[in-house]
């Protein structure tokens, strides 16, 4: 065992088993949006309540690229404070992510990321349009917020929540994309949905020809045909992820 695993051991004898799981997962998180090419170098961040501090929860630390993410290296920080880099913590990130956590009890992970297809897709008056299966899972539940600047403005929280609602992704225009869910595996696979279907999208109109909308009717059926698929066999996947992540580069668990 190398010392960087050994001092992950005893870090994890020292946190509780609810909370250790949950920073397994985050770290799963930024390890998996690593490996899609949707990091930042140091920037853009993920989110996870912490189990038993409700008012509590984890990112990454400023400085480290997301896959030197582990499990150990998350930083705890408290939603009601008020942070930056002196703490160990992006100040944009945390503002974005306290704010969200603190609004919406219903949500324990986010993600969010500036890809150049998010920002492409927040660009545009239309929005996410139903134009593809993947798409159809934002049907009638995706908020929309104007660019302030870089979000390190407190006061900027409450316009945030007001236009995300009860919505579990957003697009922040001329920014990025959002998406939050109660578990890791739940934000994380709404990434990937997201921007596939923006991709899409931006594909489809590039071609200049007339696009086919799903029909209203259709996308509220297809809905719940996903909240199916996702409370039963399409929870299958998460595993699948960390199969793959452990077989890539285990160190996210230590």
């Known amino acids: 065992m190398n010392i960087h695993a050994a001092a992950s051991k005893d870090v ?15 770290a799963a998180v930024y390890r998996l949006v690593a490996h899609h090419g949707w990091d930042d170098v140091i920037y853009n961040h993920c989110s996870m309540r912490v189990p038993g501090e409700e008012r509590k929860f984890l990112m990454k630390r400023h400085e480290l690229l997301w896959a030197e993410v582990t499990a150990s290296n998350l930083v705890k920080v408290d939603m009601d404070a008020d942070l930056d880099e002196r703490a160990g913590v992006n100040r944009p990130g945390f503002t974005l992510h306290g704010g969200v956590l603190r609004g919406r009890p219903d949500v324990n992970c986010a993600v969010h990321v500036h890809t150049r297809t998010g920002m492409a897709i927040s660009g545009l008056k239309s929005g996410l349009r139903m134009l593809s299966q993947e798409a159809v899972r934002f049907f009638g539940s995706i908020g929309y917020h104007p660019y302030e600047g870089i979000t390190e403005d407190f006061g900027e929280r409450e316009r945030l929540l007001a236009h995300l609602g009860n919505n579990r992704a957003m697009i922040m225009h001329n920014h990025g994309v959002l998406t939050l869910g109660k578990t890791a595996r739940d934000a994380f696979t709404l990434m990937k949905h997201l921007l596939e279907a923006a991709e899409i999208q931006l594909a489809m109109m590039s071609t200049g020809d007339e696009l086919i909308e799903i029909p209203a009717e259709v996308c509220r059926k297809t809905v719940q045909q996903y909240e199916r698929h996702d409370s039963g066999r399409g929870s299958a996947d998460w595993p699948a992820y960390l199969r793959m ?9 230590n």
């Open 245 to 253: 992540l452990d077989r890539i580069d285990p160190s996210y668990r």
């Open 12 to 26: 994890a004898a020292s946190i509780p088993p609810a909370e250790w799981q949950a920073r397994v997962d985050l």
